[in-house]
């Protein structure tokens, strides 16, 4: 099984060009995430979706975009890059709504802004 | 809202030595609690998680976690450090009300030195 799978792994981008990362999950999990990993500040939610067709702010959530696609996919937009994004990005699935089960993570996506 | 903090952004202890890393919640509702671990360069996996079944929990490679509500704690132990166990070490939590259960929150991790 493939799991999450994220795409790109590596980017680098300029100060003010757009991306788009993409996350796809194959367990048909109905909830995913995206979060942000910064050197001493854990992971911090950007967006979530609990269901297909829903999204919703996390913690962290101005300058970026997200589209649940469909049950599958959960991408992440970045309009215009700055540094201040410059990150490693997780995707995560769960199989139901938040709750006691467990989130599957992708293996990251390394962006740096210069 | 849910919160998460980890005492000590970096814990060193020896080989054979026992592990404790510290968590503390923050939660309006019953939450559920997680650990998480990553090895470098790689995403997290699930060490072990609360779901109010049983206050004490066992996980995965020896680790077990402790839910104690009186003190809002869910602090991380194993008996005896393994060279292996070398990692960053993540709390997280999430509600089990309709408005707080989708949210997955994190603390900001703790690594974890072993010293032979």
């Known amino acids: 099984n493939a799991g999450v799978t994220q795409t790109p792994k590596f980017q680098v981008l300029k100060t003010g060009q757009s991306m788009t990362l993409q996350c796809a999950q194959d367990?048909?999990?109905?909830?995913m995430y995206w979060y942000r990993q910064d050197p001493g500040m854990g992971l911090r939610l950007i967006y979530y979706?609990?269901?297909?067709?829903?999204?919703d702010k996390g913690e962290v959530p101005n300058g970026y975009n997200v589209s649940r696609l469909n049950k599958r996919e959960f991408s992440l937009r970045l309009e215009s890059a700055a540094p201040s994004q410059t990150s490693v990005y997780f995707c995560?699935?769960?199989?139901?709504?938040?709750?006691?089960?467990?989130?599957?993570f992708g293996q990251g996506t390394r962006l740096t802004v210069v | 809202a849910q919160s998460v903090t980890q005492l000590g952004s970096h814990v060193s202890v020896s080989e054979g030595a026992l592990v404790l890393l510290r968590c503390n919640y923050s939660?309006?509702?019953?939450?559920?609690l997680f650990w998480y671990v990553q090895y470098p360069n790689q995403g997290l996996q699930l060490l072990l998680k609360?779901?109010?079944?049983?206050?004490l929990v066992k996980g995965i490679n020896g680790f077990e976690a402790e839910f104690k509500k009186s003190e809002t704690s869910f602090h991380l132990t194993k008996p005896s450090a393994h060279m292996s166990d070398a990692a960053e070490y993540f709390c997280?939590?999430?509600?089990?009300?309709?408005?707080?259960?989708?949210?997955?929150?994190f603390g900001s991790g703790t690594r974890l030195l072993v010293r032979p």
């Open positions: 995560a699935s769960i199989p139901v709504g938040g709750g006691n089960t467990e989130a599957f």
């Open positions: 367990m048909n999990h109905n909830s």
């Open positions: 979706s609990a269901s297909e067709g829903t999204t």
């Open positions: 939660s309006s509702v019953p939450p559920y």
């Open positions: 609360y779901t109010s079944a049983a206050t």
């Open positions: 997280a939590v999430t509600g089990s009300g309709r408005d707080s259960s989708y949210k997955l929150i």
